[in-house]
């Protein structure tokens, strides 16, 4: 069984749910307390113990590239102020040579397309993907990330693994729900299939699909001859639901929090959660909500 080494991040899309912001800035540069988000999931897959990121990019996506590089001028102008401690933070964003690659996709058609358009860098072996909106903290007390709890289950397991999360059964209509196979046992069960925003006397489960996956390399196949489904889009739950009648398929329910920053509330809830979790700030911030409510 091959291990998981490469992650697809999509980045090409235009960030729409939380405009204006986006109109000049990439959703996945904006910040999230001092970091932008693309840091954090990208930090994420490192923790666990991926090689190589591929960011799917598109147009007006360079500051992406740019933000994991060196900026010398102002590496240079912080070294000579002697201002140390941020010249480590900021060096700490680049990572090591070879590790990051980028490809475009050059036409909105889903997120399925955007991960079939990272088939040639991924090859034949599995691999993970992960949605930059979507920024998953540890649980507390946790040592290791979603995806590390994630790539742990599929050295025990192999075949195709989604993260799950529960959510309240009123709720199920806004996200994808897994449908579990026979009786759930523990936090990784079998799947028999997804439903897309099921109405809640209907949804099989209130485990809704969390922004992480590890996918075989077949799913490639699958995506490149999938129609347009929601949308107009290639849809990658569609390619995901073909792959199931031939691949075993798993849901993990994984400890930790998710935060969907993809939306201007989500975004802002992100921000006090994580601002909350920080010794530097959590004082002062609590404070300052309390003398506001």
């Not at 939380?18 to 307390?33: F, G, H, M, R």
């Not at 009648?245 to 994580?274: P, R, T, V």
């Amino acid at each position: 069984m091959k291990s998981v080494r490469k992650v697809v991040i999509p980045v090409a899309g235009h960030g729409t749910r939380v405009l204006p912001a986006t109109k000049s800035t990439p959703k996945e540069l904006l910040p999230l307390v001092d970091r932008p988000l693309i840091d954090y999931v990208v930090n994420e897959a490192f923790e666990a113990g991926i090689e190589h990121v591929v960011l799917v990019t598109g147009r007006g996506k360079s500051a992406i590239e740019d933000y994991f590089d060196h900026a010398f001028e102002l590496e240079a102008g912080l070294t000579a102020k002697k201002k140390t401690e941020i010249l480590d933070s900021v060096l700490a964003t680049i990572p090591k040579a070879g590790a990051l690659s980028y490809t475009r996709q050059q036409a909105p058609l889903g997120l399925g397309h955007a991960v079939w358009c990272a088939r040639d860098i991924i090859g034949n072996e599995p691999f993970a993907v992960s949605l930059p909106d979507v920024v998953i903290t540890k649980a507390m007390g946790g040592t290791k990330g979603c995806l590390a709890q994630m790539v742990d289950e599929y050295n025990k397991t192999g075949g195709n693994i989604v993260a799950v999360e529960e959510v309240a059964q009123k709720d199920t209509n806004k996200y994808g729900v897994v449908a579990p196979k026979g009786q759930r046992d523990g936090r990784m069960f079998e799947m028999s299939g997804m439903v897309e925003k099921p109405a809640p006397i209907d949804a099989p489960s209130n485990l809704a699909i969390t922004g992480r996956y590890i996918l075989q390399p077949e799913v490639f196949e699958l995506l490149e001859t999938t129609p347009r489904g929601a949308g107009g889009e290639i849809q990658l739950t569609d390619a995901m639901d073909a792959l199931m009648k031939s691949q075993s398929f798993f849901a993990y329910e994984y400890e930790g929090e998710s935060h969907d920053c993809g939306d201007k509330l989500g975004w802002l809830k992100a921000n006090i959660a994580l601002g909350l979790q920080r010794p530097e700030f959590a004082d002062s911030l609590k404070s300052y909500i309390k003398d506001n409510i």
